[in-house]
Structures are given as C-alpha cells and as structure tokens.
C-alpha cells in the first residue's frame, strides 16, 4: 500500500513540473528502466530519493 501511494505521488509530481522519466534519468545519470523501477519502489537509490524531496517535493511525511 505504502509502495503504490509513493509511486502514484511521485508520477503526479512528475505530471505536475513536467518532467519525463527520460529527463529524470538524464538528470540522475541513470537508465530509465532503472527509474521505472525506483519510482515502483524496486530498487533504492540515494540520489533518486534526494531528487524527488528537493526537485519534486516529496516526503514521507506527506503521505497518509
């Protein structure tokens, strides 16, 4: 439940500041395959998580 909410609002973020999986994996120096699966909460990663808090604004803590 927690993983599918985190995905959700990281793709309305995305949708929202109009940024592309291919310009998030540009930007992270990452394939996007590799931001699929980060944004599914497959795989972690440092960087991703301090993009999406700083450039997309989201936090744990928002969630409920």
Request: glycine share 4%; proline share 0%; charged share 30%.
């Amino acid at each position: 439940m927690f993983l599918k909410k985190r995905e959700n609002n990281i793709r309305a973020a995305m949708h929202y500041k109009r940024i592309s999986q291919k310009k998030m994996a540009q930007k992270l120096n990452i394939s996007e395959s590799y931001v699929t699966r980060l944004i599914n909460g497959e795989r972690y990663n440092r960087e991703f998580e301090i993009f999406i808090r700083f450039e997309l604004g989201i936090s744990y803590t928002n969630f409920k």
